[in-house]
């Protein structure tokens, strides 16, 4: 069955401009939790202070998942995994030609004594081990297996199988598996596969195919560089495609968006699963289709994931997909109206990037001449925001931008600093986004200005 490591905490911390408090490790390693993951790498507990002290909160926390400290082959390294507590040390030490001699200065042989010794010497610590070969897809075949089974003879129980520079594709990385797997001794083998040409998660899934045990993910797929398979992603792949279904997909996306506040990662809109696109439809070819049966362009259903479709109205968009939108408000037009009110859309669309519920309302007031006592389920508001004196005003707004309902963000002068445009689905929203943008570090005070009435630029 598949496994699932996440390690958010220690690759994750890896990417460029990224740190986590303690406290938010802590938020983070409570969510995986939930989630089901089977083991939270928490990082290498050499690397700092607070890295030290979060791994001990960590293991203190007695989660379900094992908990797993990176180290280097060092016996310092080593002596500080037991002592913060972790379930597991992962061991890495780099096997390809050009890393042993650029970078350690080491003969095969004499990588091989290194890692037997530092495996036997956290054994008898008391630790379960991982060996990961670094750089495991460009090193000679032979030798790695070698490598790895002096590993597992001195006492590891995994190998995590690394393709440091996601050079890998999924039929050559199957065949590298599958291989492996009939080489090693007996072990897990665990999956550590970057994204530098984008394949990492085919990869991955594809060395799953091949008898490999475990996954090696991240939330929003954080990492060096271009990062490591998804977390959201994988689950909900191998959930769909592959029906294994032990992982809890719910909190998936409220982890996701969190990670987006913290870490001031931003995902992409077309990123699958958790960007802001993923289950919305344009064309009027698509829309006309999503509003007859769903199924008809949605791979699956996004409340699994407590997601909702959204039906963008622009340019693209038909009849039935105008005519729907004003069905939601009880407005009635006539055929020749709505066909009116579609051009207009149309020629809006070309002009502006973006329509809003109070615009197609404010159109349909103009085509039937009938003023419209309704009011939007999207409201807009502009939140004036004042931040603290010793923080940088820009901090701040690279945050707001984080907010997926947050559409403009200005620096402005006067009483307040920051001014943001946002436009929400009700009232709720709009409560729980001003919420969340106090808990903004840097954020003093807040004031809200709903939006009563647009008026368009020409
Ligand atoms: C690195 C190490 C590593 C280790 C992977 C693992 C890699 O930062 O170079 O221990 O499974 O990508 O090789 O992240
Ligand atoms: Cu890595």
């Given at each position: 069955m598949l496994e699932i490591l996440d390690t958010t905490l220690r690759e994750g911390e890896q990417t460029p401009y990224v740190n986590f408090t303690i406290d938010e490790k802590i938020h983070i390693a409570k969510m995986l939790d939930q989630i089901g993951v089977d083991m939270i790498e928490a990082g290498d507990p050499?690397?700092?202070?607070?890295?030290?002290?979060?791994?001990?909160?960590?293991?203190?926390l007695n989660l379900n998942a094992e908990i797993v400290a990176h180290s280097i082959a060092s016996r310092a390294g080593i002596d500080k995994a037991k002592a913060c507590g972790a379930d597991r040390v992962a061991i890495f030490y780099a096997t390809s030609k050009i890393h042993l001699d650029a970078k350690l200065h080491k003969t095969e042989e004499q990588a091989i004594a290194i890692i037997q010794e530092h495996v036997s010497y956290a054994r008898s610590k008391g630790l379960k081990v991982r060996y990961?070969?670094?750089?495991?897809?460009?090193?000679?075949?032979?030798?790695?297996?070698?490598?790895?089974?002096?590993?597992?003879?001195?006492?590891?129980?995994?190998?995590?199988?690394?393709?440091t520079l996601g050079i890998m594709q999924p039929h050559v990385f199957y065949d590298r598996v599958k291989s492996l797997r009939e080489r090693l001794l007996p072990c897990k083998i665990d999956l550590h596969c970057h994204d530098d040409y984008g394949l990492a998660l085919a990869n991955a899934m594809?060395?799953?195919r091949a008898g490999a045990d475990c996954i090696h993910t991240t939330v929003n797929g954080l990492g060096e560089r271009t990062g490591i398979p998804d977390l959201a992603e994988t689950v909900v792949a191998f959930h769909n495609l592959e029906r294994a279904e032990k992982y809890n997909i719910q909190p998936l996306m409220e982890l996701s968006s969190y990670l987006e506040k913290i870490s001031g990662f931003f995902l992409a809109p077309n990123k699958p699963i958790t960007g802001q696109n993923a289950f919305s439809h344009k064309s009027g070819v698509h829309t006309n289709g999503i509003l007859k049966d769903p199924r008809t362009y949605e791979p699956f259903d996004p409340a699994i994931l407590g997601r909702e479709r959204k039906i963008i109205i622009d340019k693209y968009t038909g009849k039935s997909a105008v005519q729907s939108r004003l069905d939601e408000y009880g407005i009635k037009v006539s055929d020749a109206e709505l066909e009116v009110i579609v051009n207009r859309i149309k020629n809006m669309g070309d002009q502006?990037?973006?329509?809003?519920?109070?615009?197609?309302?404010?159109?349909?007031e103009q085509v039937t001449g009938r003023e419209m006592d309704v009011i939007p389920h999207d409201i807009s508001a502009m939140i004036m925001l004042e931040v603290e004196s010793h923080v940088y005003t820009t901090?701040?707004?690279?945050?707001?931008?984080?907010?997926?309902?947050?559409?403009?963000?200005?620096?402005?002068?006067?009483?307040?600093?920051?001014?943001?445009?946002?436009?929400?689905?009700?009232?709720?929203?709009?409560?729980?986004?001003?919420?969340?943008?106090?808990?903004?570090?840097?954020?003093?005070?807040?004031?809200?200005?709903?939006?009563?009435?647009?008026?368009?630029?020409?």
């Open positions: 050499s690397v700092s202070p607070n890295i030290f002290k979060a791994i001990e909160r960590i293991s203190a990961t070969p670094e750089d495991a897809t460009r090193t000679d075949f032979e030798f790695l297996v070698r490598v790895c089974n002096a590993a597992i003879e001195a006492g590891a129980d995994r190998i995590s199988f690394a393709d594809s060395g799953i502006r990037k973006q329509l809003f519920d109070t615009d197609i309302i404010e159109i349909a901090s701040v707004v690279r945050r707001l931008r984080g907010f997926e309902n947050v559409s403009q963000v200005y620096e402005v002068t006067g009483d307040y600093d920051i001014s943001a445009f946002a436009n929400v689905e009700n009232m709720s929203a709009l409560n729980n986004l001003i919420e969340e943008i106090r808990t903004v570090q840097g954020v003093k005070r807040t004031e809200t200005r709903m939006v009563l009435k647009k008026y368009l630029s020409k």
